[in-house]
């Protein structure tokens, strides 16, 4: 079965870290890229970040230089680091798996981790 899994979100107060992370089973995500997305509470899903295959990144505007992504393929396994999180970085984060090269659709999808951060 294919499938994503996220882990590693909950409450966390303003000013934290929070690492989230992307694992795949039944298939290698060697060859894929691998993006993060969140959906805020009465908002439309944004684009967070993205890794593609050979390792080039990308980030939105609102979460460069606070957020690092990369990636294990030993592990079967991508992360995002969330540093100096703020509330408007509450939502539910997906990730997702795609075209190598970070351009296209996304073919595979986990089911989303609740983040929230709050005082």
């Known amino acids: 079965q294919l499938q994503l899994v996220e882990s590693g979100g909950g409450l966390v107060q303003p000013g934290g870290s929070l690492r989230l992370s992307c694992a795949a089973s039944?298939?290698?995500?060697?060859?894929?890229?691998i993006a993060w997305f969140r959906q805020a509470p009465g908002k439309e899903r944004e684009g967070v970040s993205c890794?593609?295959?050979?390792?080039?990144?990308y980030y939105s505007d609102s979460v460069k230089g606070r957020f690092t992504i990369s990636r294990d393929n030993a592990k079967n396994t991508v992360y995002l680091q969330m540093n100096s999180l703020a509330p408007e970085d509450t939502a539910v984060y997906y990730c997702?798996?795609?075209?190598?090269?970070?351009?296209?659709?996304?073919?595979?999808w986990g089911k989303g981790i609740l983040v929230t951060v709050s005082s």
């Open positions: 997702a798996a795609g075209d190598p090269l970070c351009h296209g659709d996304m073919d595979y």
């Open positions: 039944g298939f290698t995500l060697d060859y894929y890229a």
């Open positions: 890794i593609s295959s050979s390792g080039s990144t």
